[in-house]
């Protein structure tokens, strides 16, 4: 079992930043690849972004790359999301997730959730 704790949510101008991050415990964080997810209302839940267990390798949805970076830092079993130049449509309920296998976009490859963590942006 992995439990995972998202905090750093909040409310933001327009071209703001914030930095989400996901905290483990349980099983070692070093093993599992993490992705960040998001919901907005009325909406599926989508991918954001996902990085590799040992954080070599980055992805990132069209619509974020190049406002928003992830990283990690297995020594304290946490996950980042640094979001900059953030939109009213970047508002959304932030998941972070944990899974065995590769890093990926689909919600089934990751096997731990946290509660999420509200961003929201104003225009």
């Known amino acids: 079992q992995v439990q995972l704790v998202e905090s750093g949510g909040g409310l933001v101008q327009a071209g703001g930043s914030l930095r989400l991050s996901c905290a483990a415990s349980?099983?070692?964080?070093?093993?599992?690849?993490m992705g960040w997810f998001r919901q907005a209302p009325g909406k599926e839940r989508e991918f954001v972004s996902s990085i590799s267990k040992s954080g070599g390798n980055t992805y990132y949805a069209d619509s974020v790359r190049g406002r928003f970076t992830i990283s990690r830092d297995n020594a304290k079993n946490t996950a980042y999301l640094q979001m900059n130049s953030l939109k009213p449509e970047d508002t959304a309920v932030y998941y972070c997730?944990?899974?065995?296998?590769?890093?990926?976009?689909?919600?089934?490859?990751?096997?731990?959730w946290g509660q999420g963590t509200q961003v929201t942006v104003s225009s």
């Open positions: 349980g099983r070692t964080f070093s093993f599992y690849a």
């Open positions: 997730a944990a899974g065995r296998g590769i890093p990926t976009d689909r919600i089934r490859d990751y096997d731990y």
